[in-house]
């Protein structure tokens, strides 16, 4: 159905769309015909899209035309990505009202006319938010999340809502990332049998293959730098509270946020400009105040890294020695780019995740009652919500059950000594004695480390079988880190991730930027069935 809506729109135009098309801002036959083509979106950046709307060889209305076309050919149909969970249906209308605010003169933000895809568990008035549940199927927020909106008075399009790893792999301890009862599960698009990692595996797999050329995800710990990682992006998890959370699907008001997502650091910068904002109203927000950068873009250099002084957290590596050997290879470029290079051992490391497991049952039942009463959702508690999953077992737990539900409803309120004893501790291994400890403790400005493993087969069966990445650390700090792609392993991309101090998102994007400009490591997918292909 997805696919016959996406091809139509090629064809014949909806009136509203059309109609109100305006004449590209440029003039000349060359820049009506450019207008007219469909214009070749693989591996188009979003900061060339917009450069080509500003000159006016490009139209919002054409560019997202060419998405929904791209969508079904590679999502619905071809490789059958299974990326794209729903599509806007307002996507084309919405472009032709941009394309006639610049007509007119107004240019909202460089993300004026630029189409981008959501995960399905932010809030977005009109299309359905249900972190991948079939029990939330027809779950249709009145209002949009505070990013969402941010997003709109930017000029961005929703072109749609991307498929998630069902309650952001919080539902049992055997689950598959990228599967979903709503979506079905999301193919890798370097290795169709791989799996795209999660929970923001939909966005992950939609950006690497050109559906769009930005989306947003979101992470508790991992769930946009190990999907980033795996399907050759670039990923920012940002400091808690510098994206809001409101109006998200959550799992831990300690740990969740939202970041951007795209195939350069540039793109993921321009995105992080528009998304980042202090919201009072966000138990975050408030400490965010007046540390949130205006423009992302702005600090990006080649020539960033050099005088830096970067750590190397090698209890994150010996999991695999072809990473190992790429993060050697990356090192070696660090310090070519002018960086000094440290080894840095964490006494805490690992040491903190029984504890994050204990505060993340316990935030995850009081936030997700809290979101479904509020919200209006056709199930009003964690504990409706399991009825529902067991009153319709073979639709919404075919491969696996609820054990982390069954553990987290078992669980008392936040006010619970345990819990506090279990956030507190958490925190203070990763963050104050963990990693913020060690750059202190080193004066350094980052510390690195190998992202991911390579992507694994899918497995319903067993589940997931993580090997190592070492992003966790910043996860449970609460502190921002970025992975950008150094390589690949038979086909299969690898990344690596930078991380430091709270609010340091800008000097990451110029390191990260810097490490991508010397690398340029990144390579297209092939959509092949198997690795051994």
Avoid at 158 to 179: C, D, P, Q, Y
Wanted: charged share 20%; proline share 6%; hydrophobic share 45%.
């Amino acid at each position: 159905m997805r696919a016959s809506v996406a091809l139509l729109a090629l064809i014949t135009c909806s009136a509203p769309a059309c109609a109100s098309e305006p004449a590209p801002a440029g003039s000349g036959a060359a820049a009506t015909q450019a207008a007219l083509s469909p214009p070749d979106v693989i591996e188009l950046s979003a900061s060339d899209a917009a450069d080509r709307m500003r000159a006016g060889t490009l139209t919002s209305v054409a560019l997202t035309q060419a998405y929904l076309a791209r969508i079904a050919a590679i999502d619905d149909s071809g490789p059958t990505l299974n990326a794209v969970i729903e599509l806007n249906p307002s996507a084309l209308s919405d472009a032709a009202a941009l394309d006639a605010e610049r007509a007119g003169g107004r240019v909202r933000s460089p993300l004026h006319g630029l189409p981008l895809l959501l995960k399905d568990n932010i809030d977005e008035a009109g299309l359905v938010n249900s972190a991948g549940s079939l029990a939330l199927s027809s779950h249709r927020p009145k209002t949009d999340a505070f990013l969402v909106t941010r997003l709109r008075a930017a000029g961005a399009v929703i072109l749609g809502k991307t498929n998630v790893s069902e309650w952001a792999n919080f539902r049992s301890t055997r689950s598959s990332s990228g599967w979903s009862s709503r979506g079905g599960q999301t193919k890798n698009p370097y290795a169709l049998d791989r799996n795209p990692c999660g929970s923001s595996s939909g966005t992950g797999s939609a950006i690497a293959a050109s559906l769009a050329a930005i989306g947003v995800g979101t992470e508790t710990d991992g769930s946009i730098i190990c999907p980033a990682a795996v399907a050759g992006l670039v990923g920012l998890k940002p400091t808690v509270g510098v994206v809001s959370r409101r109006g998200i699907i959550p799992i831990s008001i300690s740990q969740d946020t939202a970041g951007p997502m795209g195939r350069s650091v540039r793109d993921v910068a321009l995105l992080m400009s528009a998304l980042a904002g202090a919201d009072a109203n966000d138990p975050a927000g408030e400490a965010a105040e007046g540390r949130i950068t205006a423009d992302y873009t702005v600090a990006l250099s080649a020539g960033a890294l050099q005088g830096r002084r970067m750590g190397v957290l090698r209890q994150t590596m010996g999991v695999h020695p072809d990473v190992d050997a790429a993060m050697e290879r990356s090192l070696q470029t660090l310090k070519a780019a002018g960086a000094e290079i440290v080894d840095v051992t964490i006494p805490s490391h690992g040491q903190w995740g029984a504890h994050e497991l204990q505060l993340m049952l316990y935030e995850f039942k009081d936030g997700l009652n809290a979101y479904l009463r509020d919200s209006g959702a056709p199930v009003a508690s964690l504990e409706a919500l399991m009825a529902w999953n067991i009153a319709n077992r073979e639709r919404a737990m075919p491969f696996f059950g609820q054990e982390l539900f069954e553990q987290a409803q078992a669980k008392g309120p936040l006010t619970d000594a345990v819990y506090v004893r279990a956030r507190d501790t958490a925190r203070r291994l990763a963050g104050t004695e963990g990693l913020l400890a060690a750059l202190d403790r080193g004066r350094l400005d980052a510390i690195v480390a190998p992202s991911e493993a390579p992507a694994w087969p899918t497995d319903h069966v067993l589940g997931d079988h993580f090997l190592g990445g070492g992003y966790g650390i910043s996860a449970v700090a609460g502190t921002p880190s970025l992975t950008v792609p150094m390589g690949e392993v038979m086909g299969l991309p690898i990344g690596i991730a930078f991380m430091s101090r709270p609010y340091t998102e800008a000097q990451l994007l110029s390191w990260g930027y810097a490490f991508e400009q010397a690398t340029r490591a990144r390579k297209p997918p092939t959509y092949r069935p198997t690795v051994e292909d």
